[in-house]
């Protein structure tokens, strides 16, 4: 059964709350700590995100720009924060658009990647990429979608394709979970791994 990411050799460190995103000092020390743990040999890619694939996610409510939502329908989503490099680091297909960069830090534009079953509830044969929704009321702010992914599995691997936000972490307070693409077994590399992590988080 394909889960939409590759499970293979990612190792994930959850290390509790992370540093608030405020100002500008956080968030370098976060994409210091994404380049060092990136230059371990064994280590192809790093990034981190709130939720860990295959497990419980929050979910939040969503208007969506020129939708008239009916009467008792759920407009509430499961959604995730991920950081820099996520979609590569997790090998998740994007089919439109792009994913998050460094650039999508405090003060950016807000940008929101999206999954193809949110994107065919909303727009079925429409470009989704440039369209916008909000997390307030009518008046804003509004969030453009930036990017699309391939469809996964978020929650069970028994789930049907259900809608998916994934919002950019550098921008929001949340959990902090390391997830590290290695070229060998994970286990390798965990204690430059962890002796680089307990440098960078307080």
Same mark, same amino acid.
């Given at each position: 059964m394909d889960p939409g990411f590759r499970i293979e050799n990612i190792l994930l460190v959850d290390v509790g709350q992370r540093p608030g995103v405020s100002g500008p000092e956080p968030t370098d020390a976060m994409l210091r700590l994404q380049e060092e743990l990136e230059r371990l040999p064994g280590v192809s &890619? &790093? #990034?981190w995100a709130d939720?860990?694939?295959?497990?419980? &996610?929050? +979910? +939040?409510?969503? %208007?969506?720009?020129?939708y008239e939502r009916r009467q008792?329908?759920?407009?509430?989503?499961h959604y995730n924060h991920?950081?820099? %490099?996520?979609?590569? #680091?997790m090998d998740i297909p994007l089919e439109r658009g792009r994913g998050f960069t460094a650039a999508d830090r405090a003060g950016a534009a807000l940008g929101i990647v999206l999954n193809e079953a949110f994107a065919r509830r909303f727009w079925p044969g429409v470009d989704p990429l440039g369209k916008r929704v #909000?997390?307030?009321?009518?008046?804003?702010?509004?969030?453009?979608?930036v990017g699309i992914t391939r469809d996964g599995r978020y929650?069970?691997?028994?789930?049907a394709a259900r809608p998916y936000m994934f919002l950019p972490a550098l921008?929001?307070?949340g959990g902090w979970t390391i997830h590290v693409r290695t070229t060998g077994d994970p286990m390798s590399v965990v204690p430059a791994v962890r002796q680089r992590?307990?440098?960078?988080v307080p």
């Open positions: &890619a &790093a #990034t939720e860990v694939p295959l497990a419980e &996610a929050s +979910r +939040r409510g969503v %208007r969506v720009e020129g008792g329908e759920d407009m509430e989503f991920v950081g820099p %490099r996520y979609f590569e #680091t #909000t997390f307030t009321g009518p008046e804003g702010p509004w969030v453009e979608v929650l069970s691997l028994a789930e921008q929001e307070e992590i307990v440098a960078a």
